[in-house]
Nanobody, 126 residues
Framework: QVQLVESGGGLVQPGGSLRLSCAASGRTFSSYAMGWFRQASGQEREFVAAISRSGSVTYYADFVKGRFTISRDNAKNTVYLQMNSLKPEETAVYYC???????????????????WGQGTQVTVSS
């Protein structure tokens, strides 16, 4: 089992940047593929980005390609989401999640992830 704690959220102006972090407990972090999701008020949770166990493979939702970057540091048990050129409609709670079962591809559905953090609020507003 792994416990996940997100941090780095906050208020940012449109066009600004934020870097989210997700710290994982335990010694098996590198055995999990990791993902970031977000959920706006009144909306369903949606996939943002995912990264393989080694960090060599990444996958992004179309709406963040070229603006967001997912990365991980297995020595620090941490996964990151660098978000640039943020838009007001990207205001949401951002969650990190761990996937222990998928090896051939990166999972993009929330039901495919086994462990979740509590989320961190990102507000994009002037």
């Amino acid at each position: 089992q792994v416990q996940l704690v997100e941090s780095g959220g906050g208020l940012v102006q449109p066009g600004g940047s934020l870097r989210l972090s997700c710290a994982a407990s335990g010694r098996t972090f590198s055995s999990y593929a990791m993902g970031w999701f977000r959920q706006a008020s009144g909306q369903e949770r949606e996939f943002v980005a995912a990264i393989s166990r080694s960090g060599s493979v990444t996958y992004y939702a179309d709406f963040v390609k070229g603006r967001f970057t997912i990365s991980r540091d297995n020595a620090k048990n941490t996964v990151y989401l660098q978000m640039n050129s943020l838009k007001p409609e990207e205001t949401a709670v951002y969650y990190c999640a761990a996937d222990r079962n998928h090896f051939v591809r990166l999972a993009t559905a929330s039901r495919e992830y086994d462990y979740w953090g509590q989320g961190t609020q990102v507000t994009v507003s002037s």
